[in-house]
Structure formats: structure tokens, C-alpha cells
């Protein structure tokens, strides 16, 4: 690992820590202000409306997967027409989806909602406008794919953290100024995001112009090249779709056969999926373009450090953060939402359980599309994942609970970790014996290690602010410590030591023993 690359992905990590820790705690309260403000009942009502539209957002993930990694890859290359052919048809394509998408939901889609969701009667309205407002914000985040895709592959994190950051302060500002008014606040929530959606449309279109001259926009076709696009797209719409499927059928299902409460609880554990992939994202875009670029430019050495160091990593830090969040999730959810819907603690432990597989496995992901051999890979996963769709459908059939539903889930993400990685052997020649070492055990030892203090301080303390943190240092500092001098390897602590911004540190505690 170079020492210029690995200081620019851990200059990136810190930017995107400080956009993951703004975005959570500004969508964490503003998630409780909007469950006071539409109540239990609309915001169950808008998470199902929103369902029938965000069924389809596999296809825009599975373009945005295609883009980042042709953008990424060309710039690895150092192929400059290619990079702005490349980001043409990436543009183009985007368009073309959005202006698809639109008849589809305003045909099929609308179809649905007013004759397959249970709606009641006197909120078909409401319901209806939230699902424009809905519409329009998909065909706005489709236009953004490109411009999101370019700024991660040029690796200019801080942009992208500010904009983030900013976003969701505009939203709450707009949230709050809008509790008092006397307007269906259904209708105006789905409003308020459909602007900012538009706003931060804009801000990526400028800063895209003025910054990346390679990547301007140029009026280009290339047949061959959309195919590559949809060929890329089709396999990876794969997964996309089946992750896609199952939270919208879940969503539908649960409209079924349960309450709106259990929609209300959904829709709360919907915001923790949310949160959880700002934190994957943030980390997994870090690296990402490294490991993409070390791929095309043939470097199979630093490709490989890549995923073994990253997925340990991943898992350090989430452990770091998750822990002292189901130490202490009854006191969170009542600080973050005051009286929330049943079964909502038991949603969010079963996607903590989902959650943490896609964590450690991000580096392997994205080794896959670095390669660009999606067709096994993809098959394999997504056969895997939609076996969540009959059996969510069962069980609810047959009495089983929600929360059930939800393990089942789970359940099978454990086995897609499994085939991925020794699936992995054959696609990268991924050491299996290696792996396991020096990434699973590891993992498994460091857990072993630091999760039995903070469990037992959370015993022997009462719910509140002082176990909260009490629980959140022991954590921080236990997996820190497990993990700096356990969880990686010599090379690696080497490393970490060598680092400009570790060297300042040590030198300050020095310079105070002196």
C-alpha cells in the first residue's frame, strides 16, 4: 500500500466520518419530528406509497453501479477520450431511465397504488400527490447518478460530504418550518423533498461543470458502449433487484396481513436501513475507487491488501458504532422518537444482524464489479435473496410474526456471505486459508475480546444518558484496542503507525511527558 494512496483514503475516511456522524444525528431527529407530525397512521401510509415507487430503484442502483465503475475504471486506465465518452453515455443513459421511468410509475405504478394498496378513504388524495411528489424525486435522484458517480471516482470526498451534510440540514430545516402550517402535512413532507431533491441536483450539475474539465459533457452515442452499460447493469440489476423486491414486497405484505403499526415500525426500521448504508457507503466509497483502479491498472498486489485490510476495517468500525446501539436501543428510540410503534426494537436487531455481513463483505462487492465478470456472482446472490419474498409471504400467511419475517432475511444474507467468499476463490484467486485468518478470525476474536465489558457495564447500569455513554466509551475504546493490537496484522500496524497523522499524535503525548 502506498504511502500517497493510503493517506488520500484515510484523508477521504475522515470526511466521510464527519458527513456519517452530521447525517445520522440530523436524520435521527428529524425522523422523530416527522413521525410526531404526520402520526402513525400517514407515515405508515407514506412509507407503503413510497414502496410502489422505490420497487424500482434497482434499476436506477443497478445503472449507478455500472457508471461508478466504468467512470472509475477509465480514470484508472488514464484513457482521457475514453473517460469522457464513458461519462456521456453514462449521462445519457440516466436520462433515458428517468424518462422511463416516469411512464411506467404513471401508468402501472398509479395503477396500483389506487387499486392494490389498502388506502383509507379519506386519504386517497393525499396518498395520490405524495406518490407525484415521490415519482418526481426518483427521476431526480436517477439524473444525479453520473454526476454522484463522477465526483466519488475523481475521489473528492469533501464535496460530497458537504453536500451531504447540507442536504440533510435542509431538510430539517424545511421539516420544521412547516409544522405549524394548516397544509395536509403528508402532502408537504412529500413535497419538501421533492425541492431538495432538486436543489442538490443543481449543486452537483455546477460543481460538476467547473471542476472535472475531463468529464464535461459531450454530445456522444456510441451504440456499443449503452450495451456494455445494460449488459453490466442487467447482471448487477440482479441483486438490485432482489434486495429492491423484498423490501417493497415486504412493505406490501405487511399492508396484508398486519396493521399499520406494523408499517409505521417498518417505515422506522426503513430510516436505521438508511442510516446503516450511509455508514457502509461512506466507508466502502473510501476505498472503492482504490480498489477499482488497482484492478485496471493491474496492480494485483495492492488490489488484494485492499480487501483484506478494508473488510477488517469495515467490521472494526461498525462494531464501534452498532454496539452500544443495542446496548442502549430502548432509550435511543424513545429519545429519538418519544412513543414508538410496537415491534420496532425488534426490527432494527434483525437488520443489525443483516446489516453486519454487508459491512465485511463490501470490499468483496466491489472486487466483483472491479473485474466486471458480474454474470455468476449476481445469479448466485439473487437467487439467494429472493427466496425472502415467498418465505416473508408464508410465514405471514400462516400467523408467523413480522419480526420473523425479518430474521428469515437475515438468515439468507448469512448464506450469500458464505457463497460470495468461497466463490471468490475462483473469480480473484481469493485465499480461502488467508481470508479466514487473517480477516474472519480476527473479527471473531475482536468481538470475543471487547463486547463482554460494555454487555456487563449495560447490566449493572439503569437506561439513560450516563449508561448510554458509559456503554459508547467502553465500546470505542475496547474495539480500538482489540482491534489495533489483534485485529490486524504487523504490516498493517506498521502502517497505521507510520501515518503522518498518527506520528502528530504520539508527538503531542511526548511533548506532555516531557
Request: hydrophobic share 55%; proline share 3%.
Amino acid at each position: 500500500m502506498s504511502q500517497q494512496d493510503a493517506s488520500r483514503a484515510l484523508k477521504n475516511t475522515l470526511f466521510l466520518f464527519l458527513r456519517m456522524g452530521v447525517v445520522l444525528l440530523i436524520s435521527l431527529y428529524t425522523s422523530r419530528v416527522v413521525l410526531q407530525m404526520l402520526g402513525i397512521n400517514d407515515y405508515g401510509l407514506y412509507n407503503v406509497v413510497g414502496s410502489v415507487v422505490w420497487f424500482f430503484t434497482f434499476l436506477n442502483i443497478a445503472l449507478t453501479n455500472a457508471t461508478s465503475r466504468y467512470i472509475t475504471y477509465e480514470l484508472g486506465a488514464g484513457n482521457p477520450e475514453k473517460i469522457r465518452q464513458t461519462y456521456a453515455m453514462a449521462v445519457n443513459t440516466h436520462a433515458i431511465l428517468a424518462v422511463a421511468m416516469l411512464v411506467i410509475m404513471e401508468t402501472g405504478g398509479l395503477w396500483f397504488l389506487n387499486h392494490r394498496v389498502v388506502i383509507p378513504p379519506d386519504r386517497v388524495v393525499a396518498a395520490n400527490w405524495c406518490f407525484q411528489f415521490s415519482v418526481l424525486l426518483f427521476c431526480a435522484s436517477i439524473m444525479k447518478v453520473p454526476l454522484h458517480s463522477n465526483v466519488i471516482a475523481h475521489e473528492k470526498m469533501s464535496f460530497y460530504a458537504w453536500t451531504s451534510m447540507g442536504e440533510a440540514a435542509l431538510k430539517l430545516l424545511l421539516i420544521i418550518l412547516m409544522i405549524h402550517s394548516t397544509f395536509d402535512k403528508l402532502i408537504l413532507y412529500s413535497g419538501i423533498l421533492f425541492v431538495v431533491s432538486l436543489v442538490v441536483l443543481a449543486v452537483y450539475v455546477v460543481y460538476n461543470r467547473r471542476v472535472f474539465a475531463d468529464t464535461r459533457y459531450i454530445r456522444f452515442w456510441d451504440g456499443k458502449m449503452i450495451k456494455q452499460f445494460l449488459s453490466y447493469s442487467g447482471y448487477s440489476m440482479l441483486v438490485n433487484g432482489a434486495d429492491g423486491m423484498t423490501v417493497s414486497s415486504r412493505n406490501i405484505f405487511f399492508n396484508w396481513f398486519s396493521t399499520a403499526v406494523a408499517n409505521a415500525a417498518m417505515g422506522i426500521a426503513n430510516q436505521v436501513i438508511t442510516l446503516f448504508n450511509v455508514f457502509v457507503d461512506s466507508f466502502s466509497q473510501a476505498f472503492r475507487p482504490q480498489i477499482i483502479k488497482s484492478y485496471a491498472a493491474g496492480d494485483n498486489s495492492y488490489f488484494m491488501q485492499l480487501i483484506y485490510s478494508t473488510s477488517k476495517i469495515y467490521y472494526y468500525l461498525f462494531l464501534m458504532i452498532s454496539l452500544p446501539i443495542l446496548l442502549n436501543l430502548q432509550f435511543i428510540l424513545e429519545i429519538w422518537l418519544g412513543k414508538y410503534p410496537d415491534g420496532t426494537e425488534a426490527f432494527v436487531l434483525a437488520i443489525v444482524a443483516y446489516t453486519i455481513f454487508d459491512v465485511f463483505q463490501m470490499p468483496l462487492v466491489t472486487a466483483v464489479h472491479a473485474t466486471g465478470k458480474l454474470r455468476v456472482h449476481q445469479i448466485m446472490i439473487a437467487s439467494i435473496k429472493i427466496l425472502a419474498i415467498p418465505a416473508t409471504y408464508l410465514a405471514l400467511l400462516w400467523g408467523g410474526t413480522p419480526e420473523l419475517t425479518l430474521y428469515l432475511w437475515a438468515a439468507l444474507n448469512v448464506i450469500c456471505a458464505v457463497a460470495r467468499t468461497i466463490y471468490m476463490r475462483r473469480l480473484i484467486s481469493l485465499s480461502l486459508r488467508r481470508y479466514i485468518t487473517d480477516v474472519v478470525l480476527k473479527m471473531l476474536v475482536v468481538t470475543i475480546i471487547a463486547v463482554p465489558l460494555p454487555v456487563w457495564t449495560a447490566t449493572l447500569m439503569e437506561d439513560g444518558w450516563l449508561r448510554l455513554l458509559a456503554t459508547g466509551a467502553l465500546s470505542v475504546a475496547m474495539v480500538g484496542v482489540a482491534s489495533f493490537f489483534i485485529g490486524i496484522n504487523r504490516k498493517e500496524r506498521e502502517f497505521v503507525v507510520s501515518l503522518p497523522a498518527t506520528q502528530k499524535v504520539l508527538s503531542f503525548f511526548k511533548r506532555k511527558q516531557v
